[in-house]
């Protein structure tokens, strides 16, 4: 069977992110492969290693230099790679129709999709990719277990969390708790230099949204530091939630 | 033409030390050091991801890592921890001479058990009473027919008690000089080889030091590198290669010692502003900055010379030099910006300076650094 | 036309529904489109009746099999009824399963799909919101052109809608469902813990990090203290994989994004993928031993101390106000 694993190149969550005259400024971020897209190449490597007969296909898109996350999930035992290269941003949607002409033209039985990304703060690509190919999905993916065609899988709901069954082909976004994704080795990094990376021209649609400013989200805040023991602390807190900042209600309990 | 570009697969042995400092190495690095901890489960953990024994080459089963590449796993890990960057550069010191002057026979039986496994090696030159003069070691080598006796001891020897099989450098003809000397590898558990645990170390409290004593060590004549009289010149090969990880360790050390200044004196406040307004403050980190880029950039260069295949005694002799001292330097200002805090051991900074102040000493005290480098100027 | 899809849990309806009732009048103002509900489930009578206070029609779509919630059916049943009725925006809420047939919808109605959003309204005809971006340091505007646009609002982002003054009609609506929308065949579910109020409807958070050291004292002092105010209970990453707490309770990038009117965080060190998920909160109270944590960068109120003593003595202040 052939498993694709969809990676993204996001900016480091230590990086600073700031926003001027409406427009984003990354300078200076440095560009890791998302880390719910991690989870997907673990979940690709464990199911290869749980004795099914898999090629894992790493398949990146973005821009040019995208092509470190996916050598990181060549280095991590992905088989091979293609990278998808085009514009660092596109509506999901858009994302989902490009990568499923490859979806297709694998012949790929499985997808993992990284659940929110990190960037875009989107959880529309997986559920999005499904719909385009006529597949089913599992979203927040907390458990994976195949078994011939057929798979169980764990994933958060609403209220909880819930056990779907079904049958290949799906995709399945992934969440954190699926599993810890491994480091890639030393000697996988200097195997994964003759594995092929297939770098093509992203052959996306029109966006069907577009961006159009950015703003801050940071609020003022009080920042009031309250000394003294715990108690008076504690005191302080309780009367300034009340008559100050008016969250407490009387009742209480 | 000049480029400092990173490869792809550069940049990804450069985040997974780094990672792996990061999460395996650093929340643990201070109770190592207090406790003089010898951190085994992580030592594994290294080398199941490749970081240990990294310069046993492809054919037996290593990864035969170039040199800039070893720099960037070192300039990582002793960011983290100088100590325990020692262990696994103490290993491939005494790998390296195997690599050098081995036989394939023997690379084949000493080398590949260390791919094998959380396995170490060390390097047995330095004695007692005499360190960086190493001509005039007093270890004798006995030849009796197929074997060869040792006798003597070895001191400071990182991972003495730890290592599957030392490179010991012992003198069959003390009056030959140099000429004299033999490299022999002895395994651990050999009868008459003993090793004692030295305590009281100032810094790099988790690396394993020993000292060796060899009271009628016999090991097989299969064992010499070489021949009998090469010994001294593969000592000075060896260091020639394995002082440019010393000097990326020093590199990693700098760098965390501007971080954490840098990072210190941005929260800590005076005069009603955080110390990294003044320009008291703001040159102090200029010239850690200075040191970190600098000490790199000597580094470096010592590195792609090897790994061009033109490895320069003086080129590596001056990045260790050059990047131990400024990291002691940078360490020594870290520390001060710090204050009072700087003094104990609430913050890391203390433990940077005593940890690199043994860089300035171990494979040749800089003042040997120096010599080597007057040695291939004044001819 | 104007549609929202109203979510429901044991016969009512969830209070994103009345968010959506929100977003959905302002847009039905604005351009003078009718606004109706849809409220799709196993029995969703007395939900529909529920809504018919708050919108002129609403259209039910009932099927034993919607219960539980599965995407495909719900995708089937969203895009029938946006088809059927004309709808130009459908609103869908931020929930979990919202964001699993939000993009199914939208895919198969050939439309634009804006996700999550904190405000929507239409600037001539085409749709613009605000939608948080980069683990929710960024506010970004988008805007769509498309036909057909699905919106799904953000749990807690826009104030839940008065009643309306005319009782609204209910409508029955078939949805021929195939069988690969019954495809997945759900299993045992594990619910959240009973009688709590949920994570992203709670007025207030306690949210709890590694620094209480065990899950009992988690339990004791969390717990406890949520108990007390009537709150929901978080947990940090840290606690939830150490096992002290399920993945359903975690805040931040990969859990949950809440945005209560009181935030408590306790032994939370404020790391950027944890700030992502309550930096909305509007009183944010921080508690932690270590000063330069940079939970208190963000806080309203923060107090430098162990929790095992700050956490009792609050109890014992809040005890005192009763």
């Not at chain 3, 351009?31 to 109706?36: C, F, I, Y």
Request: proline share 4%.
């Amino acid at each position: 069977m052939k498993i694709l694993t969809i990676l993204k190149q996001v900016p480091d969550a230590e990086s600073r992110v700031r926003v001027q005259h409406g427009s984003l400024d990354l300078t200076g971020a440095t560009y890791v492969l998302d880390g719910m897209d991690e989870y997907g190449v673990e979940a690709a490597l464990r199911v290869r290693e749980s004795g099914v007969d898999a090629e894992i296909v790493a398949v990146g898109y973005g821009p040019a230099a995208t092509d470190q996350a996916v050598r990181t999930a060549l280095a991590m035992g992905a088989d091979r790679a293609v990278l998808l290269e085009g514009d660092a941003f596109h509506d999901p949607l858009t994302v989902a129709l490009a990568l499923a002409d490859v979806v297709r033209e694998e012949a790929a039985d499985l997808v993992f999709v990284g659940g929110k990304q990190a960037d875009w703060d989107s959880a529309a690509l997986g559920p999005a990719l499904a719909e385009a190919l006529g597949w089913a999905h599992v979203d927040w993916t907390t458990a994976f277990d195949l078994d011939g065609d057929a798979f169980e899988a764990v994933h958060d709901v609403d209220d909880g969390s819930e056990t779907l069954r079904g049958r290949l082909p799906v995709v399945v976004t992934t969440q954190q708790g699926l599993n810890e994704p491994r480091y890639p080795t030393l000697p996988n990094i200097m195997k994964a230099r003759r594995k092929t990376l297939d770098t093509r021209a992203a052959d996306v649609g029109q966006d069907r949204m577009v961006v159009t400013g950015h703003a801050g989200t940071e609020r003022e805040r009080r920042r009031v530091m309250l000394d003294g023991d715990a108690r008076s602390a504690a005191g302080e807190l309780v009367r300034r939630l009340r008559d100050e900042a008016k969250v407490l209600r009387e009742e209480g309990r | 033409m000049i480029d400092f570009e990173l490869s792809p697969e550069q940049r990804q042995i450069r985040d997974l030390a780094q990672r792996f400092a990061r999460d395996e190495v650093m929340p643990h690095a201070a109770a190592w050091d207090r406790d003089a901890t010898y951190p085994a489960d992580t030592v594994a953990a290294a080398a199941d991801l490749g970081l240990l024994n990294v310069g046993v080459p492809t054919e037996h089963g290593g990864l035969g890592l170039a040199m800039l590449d070893e720099a960037l796993v070192a300039e990582e890990l002793a960011y983290a921890c100088m100590g325990f960057y020692t262990i696994l550069m103490a290993s491939d010191l005494g790998v390296t001479p195997v690599v050098i002057k081995g036989t394939s026979e023997q690379q084949a039986r000493f080398l590949r058990p260390l791919t094998e496994g959380p396995r170490l090696a060390a390097f047995a030159l330095s004695e007692p009473d005499n360190g960086s003069d190493a001509a005039a070691l007093r270890t004798r080598a006995r030849i009796e027919g197929d074997e060869i006796v040792l006798d003597g001891s070895k001191m400071w020897i990182s991972n003495g008690a730890e290592a599957e099989w030392v490179v010991v450098f012992a003198t069959a003809d003390p009056s030959a000089g140099h000429r004299g000397v033999v490299a022999v590898v002895v395994e651990r558990g050999t009868p008459g080889l003993r090793a004692q645990p030295i305590h009281g170390k100032l810094g790099q409290r988790c690396a394993p030091t020993a000292e060796l004593v060899l009271d009628g060590v016999r090991v097989p004549r299969a064992n010499v590198l070489g021949e009998v009289g090469d010994g001294f010149a593969l000592a000075m090969r060896t260091l020639d290669r394995t002082r440019i990880p010393v000097a990326a360790g020093s590199v990693g050390v700098a760098r965390r010692a501007l971080d954490e200044a840098a990072r210190y004196a941005a929260e800590r406040q005076a005069f009603g502003a955080p110390i990294n307004r003044l320009q008291a403050i703001q040159f102090k980190l200029a010239d850690m900055a200075i040191n970190v880029e600098t000490a790199r950039l000597a580094t470096w260069r010592a590195a792609w010379l090897v790994d061009q295949g033109r490895p320069d005694a003086a080129a590596s002799a001056i990045a260790k030099c050059y990047a131990s001292d400024a990291a002691f330097a940078t360490a020594n200002e870290a520390l001060h910006v710090h204050g009072g805090y700087g003094y104990v051991d609430e913050y890391p900074v203390a433990k940077l300076l005593r940890d690199v102040k043994l860089n300035q000493i171990y494979e040749g005290t800089n003042e040997v650094m120096r010599l080597v480098i007057a040695r291939s100027l004044v001819r | 036309m104007i549609l929202i899809v109203a979510e429901h849990a044991h016969g009512a309806a969830r209070k994103s529904a009345f968010e959506l009732v929100a977003a959905g009048r302002t847009l039905a103002a604005a351009t003078g489109a009718p606004l109706a509900a849809l409220v799709i489930g196993a029995d969703a009578s007395s939900v529909a009746t529920e809504l018919a206070g708050f919108v002129p029609d609403v259209h039910v779509v009932a099927d034993p099999a919607l219960e539980p919630m599965r995407s495909e059916m719900t995708t089937r049943a969203v895009v029938h009824a946006a088809e059927a009725l004309g709808a130009r925006v459908v609103l869908v809420p931020g929930s979990r399963s919202g964001q699993s047939y939000g993009p199914r919808v939208a895919m198969r109605l050939g439309g634009a799909y804006l996700e999550d959003v904190t405000d929507v309204s239409f600037e001539g005809t085409a749709v613009v919101a605000q939608r948080p971006t980069y683990l929710a340091r960024v506010s970004a505007a988008v805007r769509t052109e498309a036909e057909r646009v699905v919106v799904s609002v953000k749990l807690g982002a826009i104030a839940v809608a008065p009643l309306a003054d005319t009782t609204g009609e209910v409508h029955r609506l078939d949805v021929p469902f195939s069988d690969d929308d019954r495809r997945l065949e759900p299993g045992p579910r594990q619910a959240a813990a009973k009688g709590r109020v949920a994570l992203e409807e709670a007025d207030v958070v306690v949210c709890g990090g590694r620094g209480f050291g065990s899950s009992e004292a988690f339990e004791r002092h969390v717990v406890g203290l949520a108990d007390r105010l009537g709150a929901g209970v978080g947990a940090t990453r840290a606690v939830v994989d150490a096992g002290w707490r399920p993945y359903g309770e975690q805040i931040g990038q990969t859990g949950k994004a809440v945005a209560p009117s009181l935030y408590l965080a306790l032994a939370v060190s404020g790391a950027v993928q944890h700030l992502s998920g309550m930096n909305r909160s509007r009183v944010i109270v921080a508690v932690n031993k270590d000063a330069d944590a940079p939970i208190f960068k963000v806080a309203d109120y923060g107090i430098v101390g162990d929790v095992l003593e700050v956490v009792p003595a609050l109890e014992e202040a809040l005890a005192g106000r009763d």
